[in-house]
């Protein structure tokens, strides 16, 4: 593959970094709406273009035990999922983390049942947010081809060895056309060296993995996965840093858009950030100081840039993916409120769910979130979150 | 061999607490889980090692004299040994007693 800038799917761009990237195994079941990128990896695959073992399993719980033991043994593990696919395999997903195999999953965003949606919205990945796996959220195709080579970088890092779960919205951007720059083969083996894992599953080195912990040992065995992701941190920088020195393209555990001088700002994860900066523009040409303040890394949770990018401002309006029933808001929400509690400066947070199961926020919606947020906030009514377009 | 669980700090744990000693199992005595142990009846024992085939733990060892008797210090007092003994020649005795 050479240096290219081409229109094409974002699933099927994805595929072909998994491909760029050299993996060594492949362990996956199709699901909408993350079909393509499973499809074309087949494809690529049988057609002789990767070395690859393509494993197509009976069930998610298969595919993601598939990737364990490929991890294991240190191959270069990837798959990929979506809603009830990641539902099923949430068992081992768990289990994958804690034995610090480092697997790429791309995981497209979609809605869990019931109503059956097959719809973009963050309820899937906010079910496994505390698997202990490292989140990063992608805002378009270009951010989605890329971040396949910052996960692999960072899940087989040898002071990490962590599963990396790339989150992308279905539809909203799987299945959509777009310009993106491909990498050519040798950036991406400069970037992307072979790993080596120290304790892997061999017969001439016998180990045991995934044992059995009685209650002396397992909150060790807990602390030990804590530190870990924690001290993933600086190397998620390094890895990010070291992709934009050879692609121009660097990117942040939290990012702003216009919000240095901005008395308020909404608060987005994934492809509503574009939107969000659209209409923050044209906001902005209205007077209203406003800005975007967009989460890349949800896990390890970037506490002090978060804090650094919104204390001082008056109003954050979060907006969620997600609902957490009967909690204290969306997902986000509550913990963007409980990394500010306490803190001088703190801004107030006013809390929309919008976009559930692919429903349409438009430019206008988000101009009426922001506006209706920022003027809630005015008047102290911050309380819970907002199903945004809720009719009745 | 490995030190006693209840003495490791986390950061002596290898990466996802793979344990990297082969056997380490030994150093866990599961005896003291038992509540009952079985006693076998010597006389009786065909010395037919059913109860060595079906022990979940593999703690039954045999006997200078042929016969096969559990080790305590691993035996769990799970009783399969009892059910499947052809000949009824173990029985459960309650450690209280």
Same mark, same amino acid.
């Given at each position: 593959?050479?240096?290219?800038?081409?229109?094409?799917?974002?699933?099927?761009?994805?595929?072909?970094?998994?491909?760029?990237?050299?993996?060594?195994?492949?362990?996956?079941?199709?699901?909408?709406?993350?079909?393509?990128?499973?499809?074309?990896?087949?494809?690529?695959?049988?057609?002789?273009?990767?070395?690859?073992?393509?494993?197509?399993?009976?069930?998610?719980?298969?595919?993601?035990?598939?990737?364990?033991?490929?991890?294991?043994?240190?191959?270069?593990?990837?798959?990929?999922?979506?809603?009830?696919?990641?539902?099923?395999?949430?068992?081992?997903?768990?289990?994958?983390?804690?034995?610090?195999?480092?697997?790429?999953?791309?995981?497209?965003?979609?809605?869990?049942?019931?109503?059956?949606?097959?719809?973009?919205?963050?309820?899937?990945?906010?079910?496994?947010?505390?698997?202990?796996?490292?989140?990063?959220?992608?805002?378009?195709?270009?951010?989605?081809?890329?971040?396949?080579?910052?996960?692999?970088?960072?899940?087989?890092?040898?002071?990490?060895?962590?599963?990396?779960?790339?989150?992308?919205?279905?539809?909203?951007?799987?299945?959509?056309?777009?310009?993106?720059?491909?990498?050519?083969?040798?950036?991406?083996?400069?970037?992307?060296?072979?790993?080596?894992? %120290?304790?892997?599953?061999?017969? /001439?080195?016998?180990? +045991?993995? $995934?044992?059995? @912990?009685? !209650?002396?040992?397992?909150?060790?065995?807990?602390?030990?996965?804590?530190?870990?992701?924690?001290?993933?941190?600086?190397?998620?920088?390094?890895?990010?840093?070291?992709?934009?020195?050879?692609?121009?393209?660097?990117?942040?555990?939290?990012?702003?858009?216009?919000?240095?001088?901005?008395?308020?700002?909404?608060?987005?994860?994934?492809?509503?950030?574009?939107?969000?900066?659209?209409?923050?523009?044209?906001?902005?040409?209205?007077?209203?100081?406003?800005?975007?303040?967009?989460?890349?890394?949800?896990?390890?949770?970037?506490?002090?840039?978060?804090?650094?990018?919104?204390?001082?401002? %008056?109003?954050?309006?979060?907006? /969620?993916?997600?609902? +957490?029933? $009967?909690?204290? @808001?969306? !997902?986000?929400?509550?913990?963007?409120?409980?990394?500010?509690?306490?803190?001088?400066?703190?801004?107030?947070?006013?809390?929309?769910?919008?976009?559930?199961?692919?429903?349409?926020?438009?430019?206008?919606?988000?101009?009426?979130?922001?506006?209706?947020?920022?003027?809630?906030?005015?008047?102290?009514?911050?309380?819970?979150?907002?199903?945004?377009?809720?009719?009745? | 061999?490995?030190?006693?669980?209840?003495?490791?700090?986390?950061?002596?744990?290898?990466?996802?607490?793979?344990?990297?000693?082969?056997?380490?199992?030994?150093?866990?005595?599961?005896?003291?889980?038992?509540?009952?142990?079985?006693?076998?009846?010597?006389?009786?024992?065909?010395?037919?090692?059913?109860?060595?085939?079906?022990?979940?733990?593999?703690?039954?060892?045999?006997?200078?004299?042929?016969?096969?008797?559990?080790?305590?210090?691993?035996?769990?007092?799970?009783?399969?040994?009892?059910?499947?003994?052809?000949?009824?020649?173990?029985?459960?005795?309650?450690?209280?007693?």
């Amino acid at each position: 593959m050479a240096k290219v800038r081409k229109g094409i799917e974002v699933s099927i761009a994805m595929a072909d970094a998994v491909a760029q990237a050299n993996v060594d195994v492949i362990g996956a079941y199709p699901i909408t709406p993350q079909t393509h990128i499973v499809e074309h990896l087949s494809e690529i695959v049988a057609n002789g273009e990767l070395d690859a073992e393509f494993v197509p399993v009976d069930s998610e719980h298969s595919a993601m035990s598939v990737c364990c033991g490929s991890a294991a043994v240190g191959a270069r593990t990837f798959t990929s999922t979506s809603s009830q696919g990641l539902a099923l395999m949430a068992e081992i997903f768990y289990i994958a983390a804690a034995m610090r195999l480092p697997i790429v999953m791309a995981l497209a965003n979609r809605s869990l049942s019931s109503p059956l949606s097959i719809w973009n919205d963050h309820t899937d990945t906010m079910m496994v947010r505390d698997a202990g796996w490292i989140h990063i959220f992608v805002e378009n195709g270009q951010e989605s081809y890329d971040n396949i080579f910052t996960a692999f970088r960072i899940a087989e890092d040898a002071g990490v060895m962590l599963p990396v779960a790339v989150n992308f919205d279905g539809f909203i951007l799987t299945h959509m056309i777009e310009p993106i720059e491909y990498e050519d083969n040798d950036t991406i083996a400069k970037y992307l060296p072979a790993f080596k894992m %120290k304790n892997t599953l061999h017969p /001439d080195n016998p180990v +045991s993995m $995934g044992c059995f @912990g009685m !209650p002396e040992i397992y909150t060790e065995a807990q602390m030990q996965r804590e530190d870990a992701i924690r001290k993933a941190y600086p190397t998620i920088i390094k890895a990010w840093k070291e992709w934009g020195d050879l692609t121009g393209r660097y990117y942040h555990p939290v990012e702003t858009y216009r919000s240095e001088d901005a008395d308020y700002c909404i608060v987005t994860m994934g492809s509503y950030g574009e939107t969000a900066m659209e209409v923050v523009d044209s906001l902005r040409e209205e007077g209203e100081k406003v800005g975007v303040v967009k989460i890349r890394l949800w896990r390890p949770f970037p506490m002090e840039e978060f804090r650094k990018a919104v204390l001082g401002k %008056k109003t954050l309006i979060v907006l /969620d993916r997600a609902i +957490s029933f $009967g909690g204290p @808001g969306g !997902p986000v929400a509550s913990e963007l409120r409980s990394a500010l509690y306490n803190k001088e400066g703190a801004p107030v947070i006013v809390n929309y769910v919008a976009g559930l199961a692919g429903r349409d926020v438009s430019r206008n919606d988000f101009r009426n979130i922001i506006l209706e947020g920022k003027a809630r906030a005015g008047k102290g009514d911050t309380e819970g979150f907002t199903l945004y377009g809720l009719r009745g | 061999m490995a030190k006693p669980m209840e003495q490791i700090k986390w950061q002596e744990l290898e990466v996802g607490s793979v344990v990297i000693e082969v056997g380490n199992a030994k150093v866990y005595e599961t005896g003291t889980w038992r509540s009952e142990k079985p006693v076998v009846n010597k006389e009786q024992c065909i010395k037919c090692g059913v109860c060595w085939l079906f022990c979940p733990d593999g703690c039954i060892v045999r006997a200078p004299e042929g016969h096969f008797e559990a080790d305590l210090t691993y035996c769990k007092g799970c009783a399969i040994c009892a059910k499947e003994c052809p000949v009824g020649c173990i029985t459960m005795i309650s450690e209280e007693e």
